[in-house]
């Protein structure tokens, strides 16, 4: 394997909090002030087309990760944003009108779901001791009411992996649109958008694409865009943004109807720097590397941990339930080493990425071992 810590710039010691922050890669450095800060610098307002054609540029990025089409994409600035703009663009709810998702959703989306009550919107969840990834549970909840089932791919608290394609296909038997979350796996988990036959996803690259905050993104199948009306619309969400006539607006044919007002482009200016750091070393390499590294982490854990997972069916993060006896003496081995983890409830969480070094992984998986 080669080395590509040398791409990033890493804070000193292990880290393995991918799932929150990923690390800077030094070209997303160069990108934000090549396409951003430069071209501000020497062209002031008319660096526009540059800003927006890095922009577009993005959104290529993106496609070519996802296997889908820039067109279908359109930037956000956070899942939770976009989540309200896509079921606000729905046509009302009458009697078909309840969101499902499981309880071990990220909440954010779950205040969204919340909020849009006074729309006429049902909200359900499913019991967080069901299993997210049983079809069987899913069978069971769905109803010809059911007009938006939400999908979580990875979930953050438990890394469980949800087989999207076969929960889709069973939403839309009841004709529900499927939205899904991909903010914990899109930069880990190879991810086939032509495969799942879904409606929405929503993800950003604040995590394992390493590309900072405020560069989120909404994908959209293709032929369901025209009957999408968003309601939070500005001049860039106009089929021509500069025709700039008050009394005339027709949304964009393409995903760029959800865009807005006037667009933030330094998030997505540093954004395609790690994108293309992270599309020229290979998503199926990271996936690969990070599904080693779990492997050498995971079985210095076996006798600190409650229930056992399994890696062939959960994403990129380990979520490890520590029995109570061993949690300050862990705590205290990862504070020396320099450890980057953090912990939910009673789960910690590690996440290796491609820029973690494989030799002291197994350094400090054998530290770990001498706990038990």
Not at 115 to 122: F, H, I, P, V
Not at 134 to 160: P, Q
Not at 201 to 207: A, E, R
Request: proline share 5%; hydrophobic share 45%; glycine share 6%.
């Amino acid at each position: 394997m080669a080395d590509y810590a040398e791409k990033f710039t890493l804070p000193n010691g292990h880290y393995l909090l991918s799932h929150s922050v990923g690390c800077l890669p030094k070209a997303a450095a160069q990108s934000l002030h090549t396409h951003y800060l430069q071209t501000w610098q020497q062209l002031g307002g008319d660096a526009w087309p540059t800003w927006l054609a890095t922009i577009d540029a993005f959104c290529a990025e993106l496609a070519v990760l996802l296997n889908a089409k820039p067109e279908e994409l359109c930037p956000q600035a956070n899942v939770s944003s976009a989540f309200t703009k896509y079921l606000q663009a729905l046509p009302k709810p009458a009697e078909k009108n309840q969101i499902l998702m499981h309880a071990t959703a990220f909440p954010s989306l779950g205040f969204v779901a919340q909020s849009l009550a006074d729309q006429g919107y049902e909200f359900t969840l499913i019991d967080t001791r069901l299993n997210p990834a049983d079809l069987d549970v899913w069978a069971a909840h769905l109803n010809k009411r059911t007009v938006v089932t939400l999908i979580t791919h990875v979930h953050s608290n438990t890394g469980v992996l949800s087989p999207v394609a076969d929960i889709s296909r069973l939403a839309q038997q009841y004709h529900s649109k499927v939205v899904v979350d991909v903010a914990q796996s899109v930069g880990v988990v190879p991810i086939d958008l032509m495969q799942w036959g879904v409606d929405c996803v929503l993800g950003s690259c604040v995590k394992w694409l390493c590309g900072g905050p405020g560069a989120g993104f909404m994908w959209l199948k293709s032929s369901s865009i025209a009957e999408l009306m968003p309601v939070d619309v500005g001049w860039f969400s106009h089929e021509q943004p500069f025709e700039f006539d008050i009394r005339h607006f027709r949304y964009a044919k393409s995903a760029k109807r959800f865009w807005g007002g006037t667009p933030c482009v330094a998030p997505f200016a540093t954004a395609l720097g790690s994108l293309k750091t992270i599309n020229a070393i290979g998503i199926d390499r990271i996936a690969k590397y990070n599904r080693h590294l779990r492997q050498v982490l995971y079985p210095a854990f076996k006798g600190l941990i409650d229930t056992e997972l399994d890696l062939e069916h959960s994403g990129g993060t380990l979520c490890l339930g520590i029995k109570a006896q061993y949690v300050d003496s862990l705590k205290q081995l990862l504070q020396r080493k320099g450890c980057f983890v953090d912990q939910r409830g009673t789960v910690l969480r590690l996440s290796p990425h491609i820029y973690n070094n494989e030799a002291a992984m197994q350094v400090l998986a054998h530290d770990i071992t001498q706990l038990a």
